[in-house]
């Protein structure tokens, strides 16, 4: 019998590409931490993605549950319908090119029950460029760090690396699906002005890869804009700046744009 689980990975996915799918979900499967569930929502408008599930037999594994959309529907909506399909407390991000740490949501878990103010909590990753080249982000661990770092413009917690109180996501109506893209960042910076309580675990959790070498000119206008209007008085230093460096990179060559988002990240 299928036990509750404590923890649901929702994992949106189109087009992958086939290899490193199936390597994260093999990440997933072999967590050391089994009382997970996880939603593989494809917005992929073809059926390669069940094929590859199945012939992996990921679906005879219980935990794992295939939703395909009937229409395409973005990323934010995506994720919103894996939330809704969530039966547990906790909501796990994941991507369908990024690798867990075999201890990822036990060590995060751990971190959950030793703290029961946290609703976001993120982990230093590994960050892999397309040309596999890897290097170490160090996050700040601590709620005021966190906040001041991320109104500053910089990634303060990477998005795979989270883990979500499910009623702190459902209290500020989850991801916007009107943005095509920095969802994250304006789920982020919404659940901050709403007070909630952001940590982070000083441990290498994830392989994060990065696939653009910059954001386009569309990207940095959506990260500008989202942050006017997420704007937060109580952080009203680190917010005008953050505003004010990312205004600086949407006005500024791409190359140098290229340099900035490369700094940003870490």
Not at 93 to 102: K, M, Q, S, Y
């Amino acid at each position: 019998m299928r036990t509750q689980p404590l923890i649901s990975i929702v994992l949106p996915t189109f087009e992958p590409e086939p290899v490193k799918l199936a390597a994260a979900i093999e990440s997933i499967r072999n967590q050391s931490f089994s009382a997970f569930e996880c939603m593989i929502v494809d917005d992929t408008p073809d059926t390669k993605v069940e094929s590859l599930l199945v012939d992996h037999g990921v679906l005879d594994d219980q935990r794992f549950r295939y939703v395909h959309n009937s229409s395409r529907l973005g990323i934010a909506a995506s994720l919103n319908v894996g939330i809704g399909l969530a039966t547990s407390e906790w909501i796990a991000r994941a991507d369908g090119d990024d690798i867990l740490h075999p201890e990822k949501l036990a060590i995060q878990w751990r971190a959950l029950q030793s703290d029961s103010r946290i609703d976001v909590l993120g982990s230093d990753y590994v960050s892999v460029t397309a040309r596999g080249k890897k290097r170490q982000i160090r996050q700040p661990t601590g709620h005021k760090a966190i906040i001041m770092k991320m109104r500053a413009g910089f990634c303060a917690i990477a998005h795979p690396t989270a883990v979500f109180r499910k009623a702190a996501l459902l209290e500020v109506g989850g991801y916007n699906e009107h943005l095509p893209c920095v969802e994250d960042l304006d789920l982020l910076l919404r659940l901050d002005n709403a007070g909630k309580r952001f940590s982070s675990v000083n441990s290498l959790l994830l392989e994060y890869a990065q696939g653009q070498k910059h954001r386009s000119d569309l990207n940095w206008r959506i990260n500008l804009s989202t942050r006017i209007r997420n704007y937060s008085s109580k952080s009203m230093l680190s917010s005008t700046l953050g505003i004010v460096l990312v205004w600086m990179h949407t006005i500024s060559p791409t190359f140098i744009k290229a340099s900035a988002y490369r700094f940003l990240r870490g």
